[in-house]
């Protein structure tokens, strides 16, 4: 077992995006909110770092998130394997650009873009818990709860959709 394990599992001094996807989110999530900074004050960068993380949290809303179990051959459970959901993934890539745009109109749009488009491509799997989750933590309103996102949001080019 423990030739399989060493096989299996590789240790290293730094994390990679290639391991570990929320490494690779929190970069372009500090990529946007570095970008807000009055220091920089570059509302373009920002939304393109959350352009490219809607893209990611596309690709991660077609995957099973969350922990694993792994059981033997009889059933039993053997390993726990814990894993990040897509609560914790949304709040990471968007929640502070969130935060730190919220007064910036490009980023807002931005922020209700990747809303809409994660709600409407990933609802009929997860029967809207992704639409609902995504557009609380997009909403530049504290208090927001509705489950439905906004039908009328510009696109990047200003067509609305």
């Not at 639409?131 to 067509?159: D, E, H, L, V």
Request: proline fraction near 6%; glycine fraction near 10%.
């Amino acid at each position: 077992m423990s030739a399989g394990l060493a096989r299996g599992v590789r240790l290293g001094f730094e994390r990679t995006a290639e391991q570990d996807v929320a490494f690779g989110v929190r970069q372009l999530a500090d990529v946007a909110s570095k970008a807000l900074s009055p220091a920089i004050n570059d509302p373009y960068t920002a939304v393109q770092a959350v352009d490219h993380l809607s893209v990611i949290l596309a690709a991660l809303a077609t995957r099973p998130l969350g922990g694993r179990t792994l059981s033997d051959r009889h059933g039993a459970a053997r390993v726990h394997i814990p894993g990040r959901d897509w609560e914790y993934f949304i709040d990471l890539g968007l929640g502070q650009v969130r935060r730190f745009g919220h007064t910036e109109p490009r980023v807002v749009l931005a922020l209700l873009r990747v809303a809409r488009d994660l709600g409407k491509n990933s609802a009929r799997r997860h029967d809207g818990q992704l639409s609902k989750t995504t557009y609380a933590c997009c909403s530049t309103t504290s208090g927001a709860t509705s489950p439905n996102p906004p039908t009328a949001i510009p696109s990047s080019n200003g067509a609305t959709s």
